[in-house]
């Protein structure tokens, strides 16, 4: 039936990027794996109600890494109380407190999948007094418990700066712990709003004061308008890690640039390139070992 009037939204109109105002180069364009492992992980998400950030963030690389085995899990439900200016992950208050079993779901896909290296990481849940902390702790405790001899790598958010939270996943033992500071200071207000690069930065020095044998990474993109030399303080890591940012939806924060691979070779040691990402996750476990 038609209507012989049109609503109009009262909501503002977002601009879209032109066409060509940053066409994408060759070297951005992935070859999309849909064969049977990533047809079985996907079972297996489902099945499991689990949530990656392979699918939230709309990682580019899902393809190849899923049919590799290799997934991200994404804990503490699929809504982030931050909205920062580069991710695809939808931001909003969260309906309840996090899923107490959702570590032992966690657990149960690692040993399904056969995984000897499982990462993890989560939405922000500043909704919570301890940010999420004691889901991360049980998660890496169940998949220990469950898979021996399985390790176990974290990309925890900064908790607001609550070090008791942090303490907590550190108990766990994770066999990394990894936060990103995503950006240099100059570009935090538009790209992470919520965070502080200082507090990222006190977050890592603790985490290595407090267990010098913990390994600890942090991850950086590039293209956003950062300078050459603008993101070389360090702070306690040990792994920097590096990739190239692309909009990941309409609303994203807009990049300045595209760093090829080879640009990105030619800012760090050209094992640390792991291409075009979103996150620092991907093929964390081989690079692990191309580290020991």
Known sequence: MAFPFNIISNAPVLPRPSPGAHPRPDWLRVKFFGGERYQDLKRIMRTLDLHTVCES????????????????????????????????????????????????RVAEAVERLGLRYAVVTSVNRDDQPDGGAHIFARTIEEIRRRVPGCKVEVLIPDFRGDWNALDAVLAARPDILNHNTETVPRLYRQVRKGA???????LLRRSKEAHPEVPTKTGLMLGLGEERDAGS????????????VF???????????????RRVRGIQNPRRDHGVQTRGSRSAGALLISRV
């Open 57 to 104: 963030a709309r990682c580019p690389n899902m393809g190849e890494c899923w049919e590799h085995g290799t997934a991200t899990f994404m804990i503490l439900g699929d809504i982030c109380t931050r909205a920062c200016g580069f991710c695809a992950v939808p931001s909003g208050k969260p309906v309840g407190p996090p899923d107490e079993e959702e570590p032992f």
């Open 196 to 202: 502080v690069y200082e507090r990222s930065l006190e």
């Open 233 to 244: 303080r360090r702070a306690g890591y040990e792994h920097p890690d590096t990739g190239t």
């Open 247 to 261: 909009a990941a939806h309409s609303r994203a924060f807009a990049y300045r640039s595209l760093r090829s691979p």
